[in-house]
């Protein structure tokens, strides 16, 4: 059995969440391989530099082979010349790292299961908020004295979302959302729970 908190931070009742829905351990390994992927694939993979090939510059020979006193060079666009293409510069590429779908929900089950046993999985009520206004919010939050917090909803809740847009120490997300680096990433992970049934479903089928 979970406590259910409404947003004056009071225990309201309990309810009984699927013991599938967490893992047995905690392994760090299947969280990092999950979390790695997920930062690799945000990554744009745009950076691109100009060869020797592509700059903008003569294809003659600066001066003879022999005979000047000078180094052997060859024409303006090479690398050690001012102006010149780059040596082994990037180029755009994908950084995609491909993880196994039931590894991903072993790892969001495993990062559930942290946040329940070092007491920071909140399970709220609803979080209906009477106006979109950021104050208001950040008092409800005062009273359950968290500092930074990642909050599960089961739907588009466009005035929590409003209230809380501009500050950074607060990410909500709706259920399909919910990803292991956010849960890590956040001190505290608060449900509404009418998610957790969506979450259930998800994770456990």
Not at 71 to 90: K, L, S
Not at 164 to 176: A, C, F
Not at 177 to 185: A, E, Q
Request: proline letters at 1%; glycine letters at 6%; one cysteine or more.
């Amino acid at each position: 059995m979970i406590d259910i908190y409404n947003l004056q931070a009071e225990k309201i009742s309990q309810m009984e969440i699927n013991e599938c829905l967490f893992e047995k351990s905690v392994r760090r390994d299947i969280l990092h391989q999950v979390v790695v992927s997920q930062l690799a694939n945000k990554r744009s993979g745009n950076a691109s530099t100009k060869t020797r090939a592509d700059v903008n510059a003569s294809s003659k020979k600066l001066y003879k082979q022999k005979g000047t006193g000078n180094a052997r060079v060859g024409n303006e666009g090479a690398q050690h010349r001012r102006g010149g293409g780059v040596a082994f510069g990037p180029k755009p590429r994908e950084y995609f790292v491909k993880v196994p779908r039931k590894v991903k929900k072993i790892a969001l089950r495993m990062a559930l299961t942290d946040k329940m046993q070092s007491n920071r999985l909140v399970i709220i009520e609803d979080f209906n908020l009477s106006e979109i206004k950021t104050k208001q919010f950040v008092d409800v939050m005062k009273k359950f004295n968290v500092s930074k917090a990642l909050i599960v909803t089961e739907g588009k809740n466009e005035i929590l979302e409003k209230s809380s847009r501009n500050l950074h120490w607060v990410k909500v997300v709706r259920h399909e959302g919910l990803n292991v680096y956010d849960i890590l990433n956040h001190d505290h992970l608060f449900l509404v729970k009418s998610a957790i049934k969506k979450i259930e479903e998800a994770l456990i089928s």
